[in-house]
Each structure stands twice: as structure tokens, then as C-alpha cells.
């Protein structure tokens, strides 16, 4: 059997959909404290540095500005027509760049670096060109190509000059936001963005030589149908992007302020809802597209697909990446970063964001460092949330402990998620079968310790 069939269980998806982290991280965002500050990143950094091989960096840059709001968004964004508001955040975003490439070794090379937000192409074509020039000017960036170079592009927010611009100051991978391309769900969720846009978008990517295109869509918006949404699948699959993101859309008009302005009644049902995730499976697939796990698909050739098949996958804050064993150092508000065993977060207001730079301190607010417990946990997450396997032995080895005896508790529970299907389980370890692989952050919850002592599951989205 491929380690990439996937089956659609509708009955036992209803059971098992409850609500759960997406485990970018272990421990989640929701374990992040304010004991956590500034001291105690300057400290991770300098081990970093001093290690017989130091890791490789990740920089994640936030530019959260977008003209428009789009109803559905969750993400911390700032909506403004007035573009002279980027100037002042770009000019504290360069005095973070600076403090924050003085911390690290600049023989570290920037293997992967992504520019998300907000709408990264909300900045203008000079503004960009100088936000990477600043970024070469404090951290060793690669010249050859080689690195993974990212940012999430709005369509509307380009020119027609605007691929080549972002190709030639060093960016060969691209992300586009589409989420539907009905004109109705359009206009009832206020992204009003049109086919021929897009793909004029994604052809002027691949002549200006980027290597990989991702699409980004919903389901469970307001007005969408199967019919509706296979009308954009096929559309989609027609323009052949390397990588599909299909997120699930969460109505939490209580969180985010946006929501409100969708129309709860217009929202397909659940029923409705797993039909349109059910056609999107059978269409990808059906393509040709490989699942890689939770919302990703991508073409049998691609990166992502390729590290899957050699046991090399990895997933951070951004999703999932080929990129394991980088430092990931997080740029701008709200940013999160991973330095050594810790997690550390960006202040979250633009005010708080400001006034700490302009203090001459790093913009940290909150954080985790990690123990034993939670570094053995979060292996279990990383592999079968990006490989759908355990090998009991490789744990016991890495952490040196008796997998039966520490995870007891664990193990009963699994064996009511074997007994369903979603998993084999045996001596040797656990092995997620196709039934259960919609469903492998009820796996991974599993191993949550959190979870279970705080029952915080209520903070996070249904898992379908």
C-alpha cells in the first residue's frame, strides 16, 4: 500500500472531529508565557552559536498590511489604503533586523526565508528590493539559488513587472492566495479576485524562473456548493500549481472581529461541508496530486513530496518544510520564532512592537523553553504528523526511555484508535493506515500532554 492512499470515511471523520491544535509547534502557542522574555532569547541564540555544528537559519518576516479584509481572516493584519503607514514599520522592522543578525554566527547560512501576512505585496517594488538588501546587509543569505526562499503573494496587489522584481532580489518560490474563484462566495467573504488575475500572476512567476507555485484555497465558505467549488478544482488543476493548501474555514466570529460581517446562514452545513473536502480529495488525487498530511497536496516531483518519501519532511510555523534542524528567527509583530529548545513570540500590538525597539530591546513578549518531556513528545508529533509512522525503537534510542512504560496511558488510548481503523499498532510502533490519515491530529493529540492536563482543546479549530 502507498504511504500516500488516502480514504474518506465520512462516518468516522463526524465522530472524530472535534477540536485540536494544528501542531506547527509542541508545545503550542497556547503554553507560550510572559516569564519568557528577551534575556532568555539572547541566551538560546549564544548556545546556537557555540555548538560543534551550528544550525542553519530560517528568517520569517511579518508584514501585516493589507488594503482590503477579506471576512474570512484570521491572521493579524493592519487594514489601511493608506500606504505612507508601512514607512514607519518598515523602518523598525530594519532596526529588528539589525539587532536580531547581530545575535547570530554570520558563517549560518539563511537556508529557507519566507515574507507572509498580511499582503507582503502590499510594499512597493523599492520597499521590497530594500527590505532584502537590509536583510543580505545583517544575515548571510544564498546567492546560488539554493535556499527556499518564500513570499505569499496577493494578485491584486502585483504588477505586471512585479515576478521578475521579487526573482531578482532572490525569491524562487511563491504562494497565492485564491481561496475560491465563484464570484459569488467572492463577494460574500469581500475578495473579489479574478481568475485571469491569478494565472497571469502564476505565468509570470514561472517565465521569471520560480521553482515552485503554491495555491491557496478554503472550504466551508458562505455560498460554496460541490458544484460551485469543483467549477475552481477544475480551474485549478488546469493551472497546475506544484502545491495546493485546502484549509478548512473556522466561523469564529467571537476571536475575529472580520467574521462578523459573513453571513452565518449562507455557511454550507456539515454534511455539505464534507462533501465539498470529499470532491477535493477525489479531484487532487485524481490529478495526480500526492496528500503530504492535514491541508497540503503536492505533484509526485515536487520538494515537499520528494523529503515525505525520504523521511526528511519537517513542520514549523509555516506548515510543512524540507527545512529541519534550521533556527527560525521571526521578524516583525507577532512573529514566532524556534531557537534551540524554544519558541519565542513577537509583540503582538503595533504600539508594544514600536515602543520596544524604540527602547533598544529585542520585541519579545512571551515564550517556552522546552523540557525533556516536551522534546520527546514533539518528535512523536513531527513523525507522524509528517511521515504517518512511529518506530518505537528510534524513540526509545533519542530519549533514552522504555516506550511501554512511559506512555501507558498513551498506548490504551491508541488501541481504541486501532481498533477504528485509524492506525496499526504493534510492538515495533504505529503505522497510520489511509482511514485514519484526514484524522492525524486526533493522533497526534494523543501524545499532547497539555491536552490532557488543562483541556485546552476549546482554543483551537475542529480538526475537519
Known amino acids: 500500500m502507498s504511504s500516500h492512499d488516502l480514504q474518506f470515511d465520512a462516518d468516522l471523520i463526524r465522530r472524530y472531529d472535534r477540536s485540536g491544535p494544528r501542531y506547527t509547534s509542541y508545545p503550542t502557542a497556547v503554553q507560550f508565557h510572559e516569564r519568557f522574555g528577551a534575556n532568555d532569547y539572547l541566551r538560546w541564540a549564544e548556545h546556537g552559536n557555540a555548538a560543534a555544528v551550528p544550525a542553519p537559519l530560517s528568517l520569517y518576516l511579518h508584514l501585516p498590511f493589507c488594503a482590503t479584509v477579506c471576512y474570512y481572516c484570521a491572521c493579524n493584519k493592519i487594514i489601511t489604503n493608506n500606504r505612507s503607514r508601512a514607512i ?14 547581530a545575535l547570530f554566527d554570520r558563517a549560518r547560512l539563511v537556508d529557507q526565508l519566507h515574507f507572509g501576512g498580511g499582503t507582503p505585496t502590499y510594499l512597493d517594488h523599492a520597499q521590497m528590493t530594500a527590505l532584502m538588501d537590509q536583510l543580505r546587509r545583517h544575515f548571510s543569505l544564498r546567492s546560488d539559488g539554493s535556499g527556499e526562499y518564500s513570499i ?39 475578495r473579489h479576485q479574478t481568475e485571469s488575475q491569478t494565472l497571469a500572476v502564476m505565468d509570470a512567476a514561472r517565465t521569471a524562473g520560480f ?27 488546469a493551472a497546475a500549481p506544484d502545491r495546493l493548501s485546502v484549509f478548512n474555514y473556522a466561523h469564529l466570529p467571537e476571536l475575529f472581529k472580520s467574521q462578523r460581517q459573513i453571513d452565518a446562514a449562507a455557511l454550507p452545513s456539515p454534511a455539505d461541508k464534507l462533501a465539498i473536502l470529499q470532491l477535493t480529495i477525489d479531484k487532487l488525487c485524481g490529478a495526480g496530486y500526492v496528500y503530504i498530511g492535514m491541508d497540503h497536496f503536492a505533484k509526485p516531483d515536487d520538494e515537499l513530496a520528494s523529503a515525505q518519501r525520504e523521511r526528511k519532511l519537517y513542520r514549523n510555523f509555516q506548515g510543512y518544510s524540507t527545512h529541519a534542524g534550521c533556527d527560525l528567527v521571526a521578524l516583525g509583530v507577532t512573529g514566532i520564532g524556534s531557537v534551540g529548545d524554544s519558541y519565542s513570540q513577537n509583540a503582538k500590538t ?11 530591546q ?28 512511529l518506530d518505537f525503537a528510534t524513540i526509545e534510542a533519542a530519549h ?20 477504528d481503523g485509524l492506525i496499526t499498532l504493534d510492538a515495533g510502533g504505529i503505522a497510520v493506515q489511509p482511514r485514519g490519515r484526514l484524522l492525524i491530529r486526533n493522533i497526534c493529540m494523543t501524545f499532547d500532554r497539555y491536552l490532557r492536563e488543562q483541556a485546552t482543546a476549546r482554543k483551537f479549530s475542529r480538526v475537519i
Open 362 to 389: 529585542l520585541p519579545i513578549f512571551r515564550g517556552v523553553e522546552l523540557d525533556a518531556d516536551d522534546l520527546l513528545r514533539r518528535n512523536i508529533i513531527t513523525e507522524l504528523i509528517c511521515h504517518f509512522s
Open 211 to 237: 521553482r515552485s507555485i503554491n495555491l491557496d484555497l478554503i472550504y466551508g465558505l458562505p455560498l460554496q456548493t460541490t458544484t460551485r467549488f469543483e467549477r475552481t478544482l477544475d480551474r485549478v488543476i
Open 88 to 101: 514607519p514599520y518598515l523602518e523598525h522592522l530594519y532596526r529588528e533586523i539589525e539587532m536580531q543578525g
Open 350 to 360: 503595533i504600539e508594544d512592537y514600536y515602543r520596544l525597539l524604540d527602547e533598544g
Open 152 to 190: 505569499e503573494v496577493d494578485p491584486r496587489e502585483t504588477r505586471a513587472d512585479t515576478m521578475e522584481v521579487l526573482a531578482g532580489i532572490g525569491f524562487n518560490r511563491l504562494s497565492l492566495g485564491v481561496q475560491d474563484f465563484d464570484p459569488e462566495v467572492q463577494h460574500a467573504v469581500n
Open 400 to 419: 533514552a526511555i522504555r516506550f511501554s512504560d512511559y506512555f501507558q496511558t498513551e498506548l490504551e488510548d491508541l488501541r481504541a484508535l486501532a481498533a
